[in-house]
C-alpha cells in the first residue's frame, strides 16, 4: 500500500503490450472456462489501485468483487499475514488447532447479528460455506427441502449451482444439480407487475403461496436469502420482505440463512446487511469482504443448531487456514479501528447524488439502488421501455475499462452496473472514478 500512490496513470492503451503478451499465454495455459473480464495483468495494488505490468494504474470500482473492502494489501493484513506466514502456515485445524481460528470464530460470534450464544465454524470459499449452512440446516430438522430465489447467487459448486437462479454461464450443460432444492419468487421492486409499491404489499405473500403450495412448510428446512442480492443485479427487497420471510421461516421451524458472503463486513453501511432489516439469522454465512483478499469463510449460528452436528461432521484440510485467519484478523481489525461501516455510509452519500444527476440526464438509468458502498444501476432502454439494457451496460464497462476504471456488471439480464469500490479509497479517488464513469457513460450513449 505504501508504495501505490493514489491515482490514476496510464501509460498505455488498456490492456497495454505486456498485458496482451500475458493474454496469449493465458489463452495457451488457462482454461476457457475461467473468464477474465478485464485482461490486465497486475502486478502491484495498493487502497484503492491496481498497478498493471505495463506501469498504467487504474482506479479499482470493483474490489476483486467485493473482497478487497479494507483496501487491497492493507496495511494491518499485510503485517498479520507477513507474522503468521513466518510462525507457520498450515497444521490443519482437525487435526492440531491454533488461537487464530479461535479468533476469528470469536469475532463472528460477536459481530453477526443477535446476542445469543452463537457458534461457527471455518471454510475456504462462500459456496462452501453456504453448503455446510444447507448440510447444518438439514441435519437439524431432519428436513431436505431447501428454497432459495429468483436471481439468487450461492456459488458454482454442484449444491450452490442449484441454489443459483442463473443459467448462463453459472449452470448451463453443468447438470444434473442437486435435488431438493426449490426457487421461490424475489421481492424485486423495480420489475415487480404494479411497481414497487405493489412490490412491498404483495411479494411476501406470493412467495408464501409458491412455497406452501409447491412445497410444503414441513418439508422445509431452510429457506437461504441474501438480503441484498449480489450476482443477481444488487436487488434490495421491498421493505419488511426479509424480516416476513425470517419470521415465517421461525414460525414453522425453518431454518432462515442469510447469505451474506457479498453484502457482509461493512460493505453496505452496517457489519451486516440483515441487521438494516432488524432480521437475526439463524444462520449466516460469511466470506468475501471478510480476509482482506486471503480465502476465508465462515457459518455462523445459534449454538444449539451449531452444536447439533456430530464431531467431525463439519470441516476440511484447509478451512480455517491460519494464514487466512490472521488476514481476517488484520481485516477486521482495520474495519473496527476506522470505522469502515461509517465509511460505506458516506460513499453512498457520495455516489448517490452524482447517480441521480446522471439518471436526470439519460433516461436509460432505469433504477438506482443498493446500500452504502454496495450500488448499482439498472439499464433500460429508455423512459417507459424497462426491456434490460445489457448492450449498453456491457459499452458502459468497455469505456470505462479503457478509461483505466475498473468496474463490474452483474444481473440475470446482464443489464446492471455496479459499484463495490475499496473503503480504502479517499474521496478524490472516487470522486475521479465517478468523473471516468460518466463520461464513459455520455460517451457510450453517443
Ligand atoms: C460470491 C458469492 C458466493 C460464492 O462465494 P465463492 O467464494 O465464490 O465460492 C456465495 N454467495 C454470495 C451471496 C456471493 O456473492
Redo the contacts with the bound molecule.
Sequence with gaps: MTNVTQQRVLHTEIPGPRSLELQQRKVAAVSAGVGTGLPVYVERAGGGILVDVDGNQLIDFGSG?AVTTVGNAAPRVVERVQQQVADFTHTCFMVTPYEEYLDVCDALNELTPGDHEKRSALFN????A?ENAVKVARHVTGRQAVVAFDHG????TNL?MALTAKNMPYKHKFGPFAGEVYRAPMSYPFRWPGGPADCAKESFDVFVQQVHTQVGEENLAAVIL?PIQ??GGFIVPAPGFVRQVADWCREHGILFIA?E??TGFCRTGDWFASEHEGVVPDLITT??GMAGGLPL?GVTGRADIMDAIHGGGLGGTYGGNPVACAAALGAIETMRSENLCGRAREVEALFLPRLRALAERFPQIGDIRGRGAMLAIELVRGAGDLTPNAELTAAVNRECHAQGLVTLTCGTYGNVFRFLPPLASSDELLSEGLDVFEAAFAKAVG
Excluded: C, F, L, N
Excluded at 125 to 128: K, L, N, Q, R
Excluded at 153 to 156: C, D, K, L, S, T
Design positions: 468483487i470459499s462462500g459456496a462452501e453456504v447467487y450461492h456459488g458454482r450452490t441474501e449480489g450476482e447469505d458472503v457479498q466470506a468475501k469463510a
